[in-house]
């Protein structure tokens, strides 16, 4: 099923056009301030529903946390020690469920657990488990893992997607992965899921919603969104607007709304601030991770996530992703003054895990081809351990009472809603909660259900390799070999016909400097998918940055490319070479010399 009539054209700059719809009509039932996952994921839900909603985003969708993930969708084994069944049974469910409705980003991932002894913490689990504190380190043994397994298994008994978890001996455990310690006594495995594109998956679920509000009959539809837009202030000539800012022109507007939803992760409290009601909700903590091309590494996991405790107590994890190897994370108090990201004492943590489990294969920093940092939304939680603090989330409500002139003409308070918490896993039935919430405050009924509707590119997806080979065949043409619809394939999901369908209709060719992008795959992005920024296109859009695949040649030739859809003169096209140089070798540790003189 083709989206043709969804997707415009590459004429003019279409960029603004989302920025655009938002000025031209600068008011809405709803105001979503936040473009991660769960900011996105309550949009198209409101969407779905008819309500008139706006959705704004400082930076890039999926640019903070959403995109600083473990790339992991999974029910939450460690949850259990925390007491937080609710959360365990809600995360496996919507697991089982985003394998049905995201099947071109969300796929099974086999997990092993390496464990190095039978009974230990045993004694210090029913500790942590009542007072969320830690003392001493104290791994857990084959029996508490053995434990808190069955119990997972018995939370993903309904409408189970993946296989009940097996226990190995050492024997058998170092027949199926050689590498590992040899000291271990046992290996456990289970199976989760991973989400190889959170970055697109995002940009799906926003498409739905944009789409669901077109034909309302209001200008601009009923669904409109924009990133690169940030909240500067409330605006007291109005109940219930703000000022906006548009961040690539500097130009600053109002906006009315009767809800304003804060899903800003861990800025919501700054941006309530923002909006003259200060709050201290959250305590986020760091999680930081690197991504390895260690081809030795790679084979060692055996097509497996290696999820395991490390010697501090902190659960720590190493996957392939196609061929490079992600490892991570860590969970420390976050500095919301600095920037999010990978320390070299970080760095030299993975090693010492990496050694931990593989003790006969060498990392150094050469091998690192990425890194990347986000900070958790989490709530704040004083002198609870960080790995303790709820991963569970709660909704806050607030008014904001109108003010100068809008109080004088009798306006209104503005209602705000405040997400505090959430994770990646749970989106699907977060917005459902947070979307109920601002319903009641509308007076408005749900008119749908997102539990089974297929996200974006998920829709009609091959449901076996066989057929993922067999939709390859199908759309190979002069110019698209296997691979290249294959690529086509993993980036959109079956919203790649779109796409083929745009290559077909112009004169095309691949870049020099990558087979995995063509001209006029750049000149549809541009059209269709609110590039503000070249490194968007490298980071969010590809995975090219992520794979350390990123050259001065290809930044040149991308930049030349959007420089005519975006308008871009000589002077921009030359800033934004400079700006993704500098985004990559601050926040992501790689270092791309340009070729511009």
């Known amino acids: ?223 409109r969104a924009s990133n690169y837009v940030s909240l500067v202030s409330m605006d007291s000539s109005a109940a219930g607007s703000v000022v906006l800012r548009d961040e690539l022109t500097g130009e600053e507007f109002s906006f009315q709304a009767d809800v304003i939803v804060n899903t800003t992760g861990a800025w919501v409290d700054l941006t309530n601030e923002a909006m003259g009601a200060a709050s201290s909700f959250m305590g986020g903590t760091k999680g930081s991770h690197i991504v390895l091309d260690h081809p030795e590494l790679l084979a060692a996991c055996g097509g497996r ?4 405790e490390h010697t501090d107590g902190r659960i720590v994890l190493i996957y392939p992703m196609g061929d490079r190897v992600l490892v991570g994370t860590t969970d420390v108090e976050a500095d919301m003054a600095q920037d999010a990201v990978c320390t070299e004492a970080e760095i030299d943590y993975f090693f010492d895990l990496v050694g931990y489990v593989f003790p006969s294969i ?63 896993t749970t989106f699907r039935a977060l917005a459902e909660h947070l979307s109920n919430d601002v319903l009641r405050e ?43 619809v294959s690529g086509l394939l993993t980036r959109y999901g079956t919203r790649a016909e779109d796409v083929i369908a745009y290559l077909h209709a112009g004169e095309d060719r691949k870049l020099r400097s990558t087979n995995e992008l063509s001209v006029r795959e750049l000149e549809f992005m541009a059209a269709n998918e609110q590039i503000g920024h070249l490194v968007d296109v490298l980071i969010r859009r590809t995975s090219l940055a992520f794979r350390g695949l990123v050259t001065g040649e290809l930044l040149n030739e991308v930049a030349e490319i959007l420089s005519g859809q975006l308008a871009w003169d000589s002077a921009k096209r030359d800033a934004e070479i400079q700006h993704a140089q500098n985004v990559l070798l601050r926040f992501h540790g790689v270092t791309v010399h340009s070729l511009v003189a």
Request: include cysteine.
């Open 1 to 223: 099923m083709g989206h043709n009539s969804f997707y415009g054209s590459a004429a003019g700059s279409p960029r603004r056009t989302s920025a655009s719809a938002l000025r031209e009509r600068p008011q809405a039932q709803v105001l979503i301030i936040g473009g991660g996952i769960n900011g996105v994921g309550t949009f198209r839900d409101l969407a779905l529903q008819g309500v008139d909603v706006a959705l704004v985003e400082r930076g890039d969708y999926c640019q903070g946390a959403s995109g600083a993930s473990s790339h992991m969708i999974h029910g939450g084994i460690r949850y259990l020690e925390n007491g937080e069944f609710r959360l365990v049974q809600e995360s496996v469910v919507e697991r089982n469920r985003l394998l049905k409705i995201a099947p071109h980003y969300v796929k099974p991932l086999q997990t092993t657990i390496p464990i190095f002894s039978t009974f230990s913490g045993m004694l210090s689990a029913p500790t942590r488990f009542l007072t969320h504190k830690q003392g001493k380190p104290k791994e857990r043994g084959a029996f508490l893992i053995k434990l808190g397994l069955s119990m997972y298994d018995f939370f993903s008994r309904d409408g189970g997607s993946v296989p009940r978890h097996q226990f190995r001996g050492r024997a058998k455990a170092l027949a199926e992965l050689p590498s590992l310690h040899p000291g271990i006594k046992y290996a456990a495995t289970y199976f989760d899921a991973s989400v190889h594109n959170p970055e697109r998956l995002t940009l799906d679920v926003l498409q739905d919603g944009e789409k669901a509000g077109i034909g309302s009959g209001l200008p601009g539809g009923s669904a």
């Open 362 to 424: 060498m990392v150094d920093r050469s091998q690192i081809v990425y890194s990347f940092a986000g900070v958790r939304p989490l709530p704040r939680h004083d002198d609870t351990q960080p790995g303790f603090v709820s991963r569970d989330y709660r909704i806050e409500r607030s008014e904001r009472p109108a003010s100068g002139a809008a109080a004088a003409l009798g306006g209104k308070a503005a209602v705000v809603l405040s997400l505090i918490g959430g994770k990646w």
């Open 305 to 308: 996530e290696i999820f395991f």
């Open 442 to 484: 509308l007076g408005m009924e749900r008119k749908i259900s997102t539990a089974k509707l297929a996200i974006g590119g998920g829709s009609g997806f091959p449901n076996s390799e066989d057929g993922i080979q067999d939709w390859v065949k199908k759309h190979m043409a002069p110019g698209l070999d296997a691979d290249r």
